[in-house]
């Protein structure tokens, strides 16, 4: 009866995997002094897929479904082995199953700042993470460049070498995107599809399908994060500066408020004017800008050398003042130096 039972357990009739728990990606199938059965049953499951080896070589590949192992059915390893008819004696071969479920939640991020160059400033310095999900693909991809001959191969001896590759790839990413930094920081969706195209085809030659990834957070220096928040600002208010000087203004308060020291009554009296002397060069600075946006080129020129043509005798502060207008308005590109320079001459006549 021993005898019987030791001859039984070297034919495979059955070959299937319960892939219980989780975490593993590939597993092989016991085979040790035993051979498989002519006409045995291969059993792959939902989200598994499984190959034949035969002497190192990988043979036939197969999806989930119950297969009858024939010729028919193996046709790569019937001609790895030379059959040339239909086989009768069992054979040997080395069979592994892979898990093609999602592995989800899988962390990135980087441990350090990482410097990454970007067409608006330069050099730029900062720290990401987010999680991503992939799966096996290619199960030969995979069991010839990651998991091999081990009898197993848990998600945990991955991790650490597909964190890297994102945190390698970031500045590919963006570099590639053709898109500012300040952009890409804005939009975190568009980070993150930055990086997807970037990563798929250095996944694919693992044999794996990068399935999502998320950017949950970037952490930038504080002046480009300063930047940042002007950028937002502005898109909220659109091209009013009069709303955008409000903005700027109602950033500005709450300086002016830690601006006044200490308590008593004159400590709350310096904080009042400081608030009011800030609302007020809010509303005039807004007031003065609107209106040099709504004034034309032609017509900002024109009335510029309206004021330049003042009749003599005019005030000195008057003069001053026009001065320090034409200037904006030579700041702001509406005048040339040329025009600039002539008016000031013009005005500078009328002081003599």
């Known amino acids: 009866m021993a005898l019987m039972d030791f001859i039984k357990k070297q034919f495979i009739d059955i070959i299937q995997w319960t892939e219980e728990g989780d975490g593993t990606l590939a597993w092989r199938f016991p085979m040790r002094d035993m ?32 297969y009858k192992l024939t010729t028919q059915t193996l046709p790569v390893l019937t001609y790895l082995k030379n059959w040339d008819k239909l ?26 700042p990482i410097t990454i160059r970007d067409k608006d400033f330069g050099a730029v310095r900062l720290r990401a993470f987010g999680n991503y999900a992939y799966r096996i693909a290619d199960p030969k991809a995979f069991h010839t460049e990651i998991s091999g ?18 945190l390698q790839n970031i500045s590919n990413a963006i570099a590639g995107s053709g ?11 568009m980070f993150a599809e930055a990086m997807v195209k970037e990563l798929a085809p250095i996944f694919a030659k693992l044999g794996i399908l990068i399935e999502s990834l998320t950017v949950q957070n ?19 208010v659109g091209n009013d500066m009069a709303k955008f000087m409000q903005y700027q203004t109602a950033q500005a308060i709450p300086k002016f408020a830690e601006g006044g020291g200490g308590g008593g ?10 608030l009011g002397a800030g609302v007020a060069l809010g509303q005039v600075l807004a007031q003065n800008l609107q209106q040099g946006l709504q004034t034309p080129v032609a017509p ?53």
Do not use: C, H
């Open 218 to 236: 970037v952490s930038l220096p504080e002046e480009l994060q300063k930047i940042l928040d002007q950028k937002i600002g502005m898109g909220m």
């Open 300 to 352: 900002a020129a024109a009335a510029a050398a309206q004021a330049a043509a003042a009749p003599l005798g005019v005030k000195p502060e008057d003069v001053m003042a026009t001065l320090e207008k034409l200037g904006e308005l030579k700041s702001k590109g509406i005048l040339t130096q040329e025009e600039f320079d002539a008016k000031k001459a013009e005005l500078l006549k009328k002081l003599v």
């Open 265 to 274: 009554g004159s400590g709350i009296a310096g904080d009042a004017m400081g």
């Open 149 to 166: 001959t081990r009898e197993s191969y848990p998600v945990a001896d991955l991790e650490g070498q597909l964190r890297g590759l994102v």
């Open 87 to 112: 086989f009768e004696s069992p054979f040997k071969s080395d069979v592994y199953f892979f898990s093609t479920r999602q592995q989800i939640d899988q962390k990135w991020g980087t441990p350090q």
């Open 35 to 66: 051979e498989i059965q002519n006409g045995g049953t291969l059993v792959v499951r939902e989200s598994q897929m499984a190959i034949f080896v035969n002497e190192g070589q990988v043979a036939d590949v197969f999806g989930p479904g119950t």
């Open 179 to 189: 898109l500012p930094f300040l952009d890409l920081a804005a939009n975190q969706v």
